[in-house]
């Protein structure tokens, strides 16, 4: 039988009910004791009549003190249910607590197996720098060299295709012990000491092959370290804000774009990045505001003045993004361009220069569905029904969409009307 560990566990387990005193305990500790003493137990049965019995005694000794110590001598009702509910709350704590502890166990055991193969082997070669630093890792900093360690076939003779040897050294980190390719490693020498060019070097590398593999939190992490030891390093402010931006970081990218901003006014490219960034945080006002600063900086830029006409738009800015958009037709027309400048006339009302756009755009785009369907939209809205059903066949030709069918249907509905009106 398991050991008593609560007041509940031990009023089941001797069979009374609440409120008891002590000459109830006793009662029901003799009538059990006849029923589990291993003197009438059946054949085999003893050991667990002589564990059952111990139980209840356990249980019975353990209900008389609590007895004792209650007002009166009697255990109410109450007393019994809010000692079971600490008794499980207590359980309940220890148990995740043991959880914890066992999960940080098996964590570190995990994190040796990775990263401490070596640990309980001597090392096959000493050192004598005993300070390095991990190339591939510069943000570990400075380890400890504890060893160097082979793998591989090292009694295969050289020349014959088998000796592919590798060299490991087990190093002690800041963040605990890694095992890393010795060639990674660059012994430091603190007579000397570490430029900044070549600390900005060092987290450059590593974070351009941390956006190659897409992991952006840890390229803007190494980027952060190299801008901290040259904080006006145009390569760095540079990159900076795509890694946050990448890594879903809004407020830190808005934060490195600004600085990028600061060091280079005049290059759109740091308002552009910017316009993008508040754009995708929701900050339209702030958008708008670095797309227009790009404008003044690459006023022949179509894109730039197509961006800037779209936040507009999505301020509800129709005129100032009609503006924007046909600065943007004059510099260099582009299908997408042409639609937003047919949505912001259609906003203002004018349906002549929505067709006008849209015609624009398929002229362009002779195979974009979407431009059809959106010159198939607005002819409707005008006379012109025998162009509206071509432009709503060329939609439908290139890509089925069910709003052209409707338009089509109506446009066909009305055409009589239209033919006995006329």
Not at 108 to 118: I, K, L
Not at 119 to 141: M, Q
Not at 223 to 230: I, N
Not at 319 to 344: F, H, I, K, N, V
Request: hydrophobic share 40%; net charge neutral; glycine share 6%.
């Amino acid at each position: 039988m398991p050991a008593v560990v609560d007041i509940e566990q031990a009023v089941l387990l001797l069979e009374i009910e609440p409120p008891f005193d002590k000459r109830d305990i006793q009662l029901a500790r003799r009538r059990l004791a006849k029923q589990w003493h291993p003197d009438i137990a059946p054949p085999g049965k003893q050991l667990e009549h002589e564990r059952h019995l111990k139980a209840i005694n356990e249980a019975a000794d353990q209900l008389s003190r609590l007895a004792e110590e209650s007002r009166g001598g009697t255990v109410s009702r109450n007393a019994v249910k809010v000692a079971g509910q600490a008794a499980r709350k207590r359980r309940a704590e220890e148990g995740a607590r043991n959880y914890a502890e066992e999960q940080r166990r098996r964590a570190e055991a995990a994190e040796q197996r990775r990263h401490d193969p070596f640990a309980s082997r001597v090392p096959d070669h000493s050192v004598v720098h005993r300070y390095a630093r991990c190339l591939s890792y510069p943000e570990w900093g400075v380890g400890s060299v504890n060893g160097i360690y082979f793998t591989g076939d090292t009694q295969a003779s050289p020349g014959t295709g088998d000796d592919d040897v590798q060299q490991w050294a087990r190093v002690s980190f800041q963040v605990g012990v890694r095992t890393v390719p010795a060639g990674s490693l660059q012994f430091v020498d603190f007579h000397k000491p570490d430029p900044g060019a070549e600390r900005v070097q060092r987290f450059m590398t590593a974070a351009k092959h941390a956006l190659a593999e897409g992991d952006f939190h840890l390229a803007a992490r190494r980027l952060l370290y190299a801008r901290d030891a040259e904080p006006r390093n145009l390569s760095v402010l540079r990159l900076l804000p795509t890694a946050y931006w990448q890594a879903g970081d809004y407020a830190a990218a808005a934060r490195a774009v600004r600085d990028w901003i600061r060091e280079e006014p005049q290059r759109p490219a740091p308002h552009r990045t910017a316009a993008r960034i508040y754009e995708d945080m929701g900050a339209l006002s702030q958008a708008t505001d670095a797309a227009q600063r790009e404008t003044q900086t690459a006023p022949s830029d179509p894109s730039a003045w197509e961006r800037l006409g779209r936040l507009r738009l999505r301020g509800f800015d129709r005129e100032g993004a009609r503006e924007a958009l046909e600065t943007a037709r004059r510099l260099g027309p582009s299908e997408q361009g042409l639609l937003d400048l047919a949505l912001a006339a259609l906003l203002i009302g004018d349906v002549g220069a929505e067709v006008a756009a849209c015609e624009q755009a398929t002229q362009l785009a002779p195979e974009s569905g979407a431009a059809w369907a959106r010159l198939a939209h607005a002819l409707a809205r005008t006379d012109r029904l025998q162009e509206c059903l071509a432009a709503c066949e060329r939609a439908l030709a290139l890509a089925d969409d069910p709003e052209v069918r409707d338009v089509r249907e109506q446009v066909l509905a009305a055409a009589p009307r239209e033919l006995d009106a006329a």
